[in-house]
Nanobody, 129 residues
């Protein structure tokens, strides 16, 4: 089992920045590829960003590419999402997720919601216009 706890959400004006953090416990963090997802009211949970187990490979949804940056620090069992130039449409509950990748290629990362085994409780991001 992996436990994930997000933090860093809040209220920000459009154009502002936030940095989300997700700290993992329970297993060897570097055995997991990580992802960030978000879910706005009335909408399905959607992929935002993913990172492989070492942190050397990242992938973004088109809507956030160039504005958001995912990173991880395996020594701290943490994954981060730096969000810049925030827009009102970025408002949502943001979730981090972990996928066990023992036996997978070291470059593996995942984008579908269904690929992830573990989820945090979410952190609310509100963007005022």
């Amino acid at each position: 089992q992996v436990q994930l706890v997000e933090s860093g959400g809040g209220l920000v004006q459009a154009g502002g920045s936030l940095r989300l953090s997700c700290v993992a416990s329970g297993r060897t963090f570097s055995d997991y590829a990580m992802g960030w997802f978000r879910q706005a009211p009335g909408k399905e949970r959607e992929f935002v960003a993913a990172i492989n187990r070492s942190g050397g490979i990242t992938y973004y949804a088109g809507s956030v590419k160039g504005r958001f940056t995912i990173s991880r620090d395996n020594a701290k069992n943490a994954v981060y999402l730096q969000m810049n130039s925030l827009k009102p449409e970025d408002a949502a509950v943001y979730y981090c997720a972990a996928k066990g990748v023992i036996g997978y290629s070291g470059t593996y990362y995942a984008t579908p919601v269904t690929e992830y085994n573990y989820w945090g409780q979410g952190t609310q991001v509100t963007v005022s216009s």
